[in-house]
């Protein structure tokens, strides 16, 4: 299984990125697809999740402001990220799991400017 994580860049605070997470491989269905950040000497920290019922959960730190969706036939998920804070600058990376693994995508950089 092969995630490919794409739509990071440089943005103003106040501004909005789409990211989006292909996923190619022997799986075509997932327990769960997340987005994890990881900012410069941080651990990684969970951002939000969709379950396979369509379920949201979202970190704290981003309620209000980002939306994890999912496109099932073309094995994509997204994070779309609305009103961005400088503190949202971080290496954002897609993970889908299974029962018995999961998987990560190789990251993509979010940097918000003040």
């Known amino acids: 299984v092969q995630l490919q994580a794409s739509g990071g860049g440089l943005v103003e605070a106040g501004g909005f990125l789409r990211l989006s997470c292909v996923t190619s491989?022997?799986?075509?269905?997932?327990?769960?697809r997340s987005w994890y950040r990881q900012a410069s000497g941080k651990q990684r920290e969970l951002v939000a999740t969709?379950?396979?019922?369509?379920?949201?959960n979202y970190a704290d730190f981003v309620k209000g402001r980002f939306t994890i969706s999912r496109d099932i036939r073309k094995k994509t998920h997204y994070l779309q990220m609305n009103s961005l804070k400088p503190e949202d600058t971080a290496v954002y990376y897609c993970?889908?799991?299974?029962?018995?693994?999961?998987?990560w995508g190789q990251g993509t950089l979010v940097t918000v400017s003040s």
């Open positions: 993970n889908a799991k299974i029962s018995t693994a999961e998987f």
């Open positions: 969709i379950i396979s019922n369509g379920i949201t």
């Open positions: 491989g022997k799986y075509s269905s997932f327990s769960s």
